[in-house]
């Protein structure tokens, strides 16, 4: 399926990378600044690179992504994406106390205040990182996963 996405993909349409934040936390302040400095980065390296070998570069590696910050919750529809792309284990670590998928949406629906920030989702690729790893961050928005893989 990721194939027809890249496929028809229009040349120069950045991926969207969201931010569910809370600028109220450390965690999601903190992975809100290393998304800020990498998409800057990226434009940056897109720009400079443009005249440069490419050789050496990582054919995976993304220089065009646009940053969506979001406050609010997610949708339940964005949700179910989201608990998909991170499996069933780590649903309680994106809604208090979940103990799986279905758990989470239960939980989510009776109070969306349940859902946990900072959670970061490449809907391109259908892949999400919860809190502040910032290997884990830079990982997400720097390469899109390999043929065969989401």
């Given at each position: 399926?990721?194939?027809?996405?890249?496929l028809?993909k229009?040349?120069?349409?950045?991926?969207?990378?969201?931010l569910?934040?809370?600028?109220?936390?450390p965690?999601?302040?903190?992975?809100?600044?290393?998304?800020?400095?990498?998409?800057?980065?990226?434009?940056?390296?897109?720009?400079?690179?443009?005249?440069?070998?490419?050789?050496?570069?990582?054919?995976?590696?993304?220089?065009?992504?646009?940053?969506?910050v979001?406050?609010?919750?997610?949708t339940?529809?964005?949700?179910?994406?989201v608990?998909?792309?991170?499996?069933?284990?780590?649903?309680?670590?994106v809604v208090?106390?979940?103990?799986?998928?279905?758990?989470?949406?239960r939980?989510?629906?009776?109070?969306?205040?349940?859902?946990?920030r900072?959670?970061?989702v490449?809907?391109?690729?259908?892949?999400?990182?919860?809190?502040d790893?910032?290997?884990?961050?830079?990982k997400?928005?720097?390469?899109a996963?390999?043929?065969?893989?989401?």
């Amino acid at each position: 399926m990721n194939v027809f996405k890249n496929l028809f993909k229009e040349r120069g349409v950045k991926d969207v990378i969201t931010l569910f934040h809370n600028p109220s936390s450390p965690a999601s302040i903190r992975a809100h600044t290393i998304l800020k400095q990498a998409a800057g980065n990226a434009h940056a390296t897109a720009t400079v690179d443009q005249a440069a070998d490419h050789s050496k570069q990582s054919k995976l590696e993304r220089t065009n992504f646009e940053l969506d910050v979001v406050e609010e919750a997610p949708t339940t529809d964005q949700l179910t994406n989201v608990l998909e792309y991170l499996g069933p284990s780590k649903a309680g670590n994106v809604v208090k106390d979940a103990t799986g998928s279905s758990d989470a949406m239960r939980k989510f629906n009776a109070a969306a205040s349940a859902f946990q920030r900072p959670v970061t989702v490449d809907w391109t690729h259908g892949r999400a990182v919860v809190g502040d790893d910032e290997s884990e961050l830079l990982k997400l928005i720097r390469s899109a996963p390999k043929e065969g893989s989401a």
